[in-house]
């Protein structure tokens, strides 16, 4: 998670100060939290299900450098 704030701080939060026209960083709004949902129902009897959907999770993370790492 401190990967993704410092990628918010240094680059987001200065994108947004000027498309914005914001006279202060403290007017940007801020993220609160970040929720990913992925249905995963059958995994409860195949193991391998539950493999593949974390895989899929990290192999679409965007941006790479940030993705979660297990």
């Known amino acids: ?14 994108k947004m100060t000027e498309q914005f026209g914001y006279s202060s960083p403290m007017q940007v709004p801020r993220i609160e939290k970040i929720t990913l949902n992925m249905g995963v129902g059958e995994a409860v009897a195949d193991k391998k299900i539950m493999e593949h959907a974390v895989g899929d999770m990290e192999k679409n993370c965007w941006p790479k450098s940030y993705c979660y790492k297990s």
Request: aromatic share 14%; net charge positive; charged share 45%.
């Open 1 to 14: 998670m401190a990967r993704l704030k410092e990628f918010y701080r240094t680059e987001v939060i200065k």
